[in-house]
Nanobody
Framework: VQLQASGGGLVQPGGSLTLSCAASRNIFTIDAMSWYRQAPGKERDLVASIGRGGNTIYAESVKGRFTISRDIAKNTVYLQMNSLKAEDTAVYYC?????????WGQGTLVTVSS
């Protein structure tokens, strides 16, 4: 499966941004789709995930601020990010788990700065 991430950019603290991840196949056939992020000098960490059944999980640091959702008709997963903080600055990656194998999209840079 191929993943195309988009939507990154520069935003001020407290602002909002929505990331999109378009998949090359029906996302209902994918076990789980997730967003990860990697800040400079840090490891890549899970931000949010949505399973085939629609169940979601979030990193503690983004709970209440970020929302992962999907549009099955468009084969697209979204990450709505609100109340952004400087520490949210990172390259965000889309991930899919298909038949227990991980697939990655290219990263999209999110910079939170005034």
């Amino acid at each position: 499966v191929q993943l195309q991430a988009s939507g990154g950019g520069l935003v001020q603290p407290g602002g909002s941004l929505t990331l999109s991840c378009a998949a090359s196949r029906n996302i209902f056939t994918i076990d789980a789709m997730s967003w990860y992020r990697q800040a400079p000098g840090k490891e890549r960490d899970l931000v949010a995930s949505i399973g085939r059944g629609g169940n979601t999980i979030y990193a503690e640091s983004v709970k209440g601020r970020f929302t992962i959702s999907r549009d099955i008709a468009k084969n697209t997963v979204y990450l709505q990010m609100n109340s952004l903080k400087a520490e949210d600055t990172a390259v965000y990656y889309c991930n899919a788990i298909l038949f227990q194998s991980p697939y990655w999209g290219q990263g999209t840079l999110v910079t939170v700065s005034s």
